[in-house]
């Protein structure tokens, strides 16, 4: 049906007798060739993408962004991988003769309507080398995407920017992820690790700045509303002549070519301009410059130099079909990756729904209590097998969990460390992984002040680094986080000098007994975590 509104659409748009021009026809052919591919009808696919460009490349220039995006859905189609590396490498190299660039290594005059079609290009023909084996060109190449990536953070605003950019944001750092790990494991190049690492940190930093609206951004950094103003201003008359001079030179032989140097003298203009607020805010408003402008990220030999014997960082970075790890202690860094499927994020499922949704409110017989107590038993030790115990490489002590995705929803204290005999319900004798380690949460390894002592030091969590985590949290689909996760979270960074380990104690006493899967669990005044007696004999955890 779709289909036959769109093919009579095109027939009687070119019957009728209004204004049109034949642009219009070529992005419709393109809609269709979209719909026929979204259908796996490749063949029809082709027909409609090559008659849009029969059309639109006469009309826009073989380097407009339209043009390359249905080169680039061409290239996906039915043609020998050797064939798809050669196309995309044409529209790539379209796209930076469009903007007058002669080679990737200097993007300074990339303009953010090219931005995101060249984002998307790059990351496509990495995944190809990935598919071909040269993973560490593969590598080298998402970096490069990456660094295109950072010009559509800029142009943000731009909604066809935006979409584009989340469309392809996602799979660039997972197929960065996956070339680093294959480069890591082909030469045992710890550097590789490092890349790996700088990717993972990278993805959590765009997602919080795309959450972070420029009012977080003016609370967070300090900058006077003038001066934002101002600066939201100058992006928005430098993307208008971008846009404009664009288009103009898209006329060919009919362009004006006064208009085009009235509007490249006006242009210049902005760009000194906002060159020279630029260096003003960088260095009047440091903080707001580091949150908006940098993309700095934490090596893992800064975070070493910054652990105590005793503490481990894990970092994770979770796709549909994978799960890679950063283990990083004083001594050593590990990178792991391992196969995950549907029952990885049932159990996460089913975790959150007995100890963060549990309602004590609802009666419940027997039997139900049973199965939930054996659900949670089950759940939490294959969590536990997953996440932590192949990534631990010391068996107790401080644990800084960096999590992503789902995995934003678990509360790794209650994690079990042992296998457990399930059959009586007994909740206040299990090996809970909080009677191991001192577990803190963040959202990244990079500060967003500056400071690593922010994150490795106890009790140095700033109130802008924790209302950053708390909206990156709900950004990423994490909100709604239970009493229990709060106050964990809350206890491991609380009171420079005070016992950080008996204070958490105390919050899990009050808080954990709410959601395991029976209330009457209850842990008395003889609970610590390091002496494994989670209740007094008297307050027995009883059905």
Request: glycine content about 6%; charged content about 25%; proline content about 4%.
């Amino acid at each position: 049906m779709a289909e036959k509104a769109f093919t009579d659409a095109i027939h009687y748009y070119n019957k009728v007798n209004i204004p049109k021009t034949e642009i219009a026809t070529g992005e419709a052919y393109k809609l269709l060739g979209n719909l026929m591919l979204e259908q796996n009808r490749i063949k029809e696919a082709k027909n409609y993408y090559k008659k849009a460009l029969h059309i639109l490349i006469p009309m826009l220039g073989a380097g407009h962004p339209t043009v390359a995006k249905i080169q680039l859905s061409l290239a996906k189609l039915g043609i020998s991988i050797d064939k798809k590396l050669v196309n995309v490498e044409g529209v790539i190299e379209l796209l930076l003769k469009g903007d007058e660039i002669d080679s990737l290594e200097d993007l300074s005059k990339l303009t953010g309507l090219r931005a995101p079609v060249l984002m998307e290009a790059l990351s496509m023909k990495a995944a190809i080398l990935s598919q071909k084996g040269n993973y560490e060109k593969s590598l080298n190449t998402y970096e490069i995407a990456y660094k295109v990536a950072e010009k559509c953070i800029q142009n943000i605003g731009l909604e066809s920017s935006r979409q584009v950019f989340r469309e392809n944001i996602t799979p660039l750092f997972a197929g960065a992820m996956e070339a680093s790990w294959m480069s890591y494991k082909n030469s045992e190049n710890t550097g590789f690790t490092s890349r790996g690492f700088e990717m993972s940190e990278k993805s959590k930093l765009f997602l919080l700045l795309e959450g972070l609206n420029e009012e977080r951004a003016i609370e967070f950094g300090g900058i006077p509303k003038e001066i934002q103003k101002q600066e939201q201003s100058l992006r928005s008359d430098i993307a208008f002549y971008e846009k404009a001079i664009f288009e103009e030179k898209q006329k060919k032989g009919k362009a004006n070519l006064d208009n085009i140097t009235k509007w490249q003298a006006l242009l210049n203009d902005f760009n000194r301009t906002n060159d020279s607020l630029l260096m003003i805010i960088e260095k009047d408003y440091p903080d707001y410059n580091r949150l908006k402008y940098e993309s700095l990220t934490t090596a893992p030999k800064a975070i070493q130099n910054q652990l105590s014997a005793n503490t481990t960082l894990l970092e994770y970075f979770l796709t549909d079909t994978l799960l890679y790890t950063f283990a990083i202690v004083k001594k050593q860094v590990r990178f792991l990756r391992q196969p995950i499927d549907s029952t990885f994020f049932k159990n996460i499922q089913t975790f959150r729904r007995l100890v963060h949704e549990y309602d004590p409110t609802k009666r419940r017989t027997d039997g139900k209590k049973r199965a939930d107590f054996q659900q949670f038993t089950q759940t939490s030790r294959a969590l536990y097998k997953t996440l932590l115990e192949p990534a631990l490489v010391i068996p107790e002590g401080n644990l800084i969990i960096i999590p992503d995705g789902a995995i934003g929803y678990l509360s790794f204290q209650a994690l079990l460390t042992q296998d457990v005999d399930n059959e009586a319900i007994n909740c206040r004798n299990l090996p809970y992984a909080v009677g191991d380690f001192n577990i803190r949460y963040e959202y990244s390894a990079t500060p967003a002040d500056g400071g690593l002592e922010q994150i490795f030091l106890p009790g140095r969590l700033s109130r802008r680094r924790t209302e950053l985590h708390r909206r990156a949290d709900c950004h990423a689909g994490r909100s709604g986080q239970p009493a229990v996760f709060g106050c964990l979270r809350q206890c491991a960074g609380r009171h420079p000098g005070a016992d950080v380990q008996q204070e958490r104690s105390g919050c899990l006493r009050q808080n954990l007994q709410r959601y395991l899967p029976d209330r009457s669990c209850r842990y008395g005044s003889g609970f610590h975590p390091k002496s494994k007696n989670y209740a007094s004999s008297t307050s027995p955890c009883t059905p």
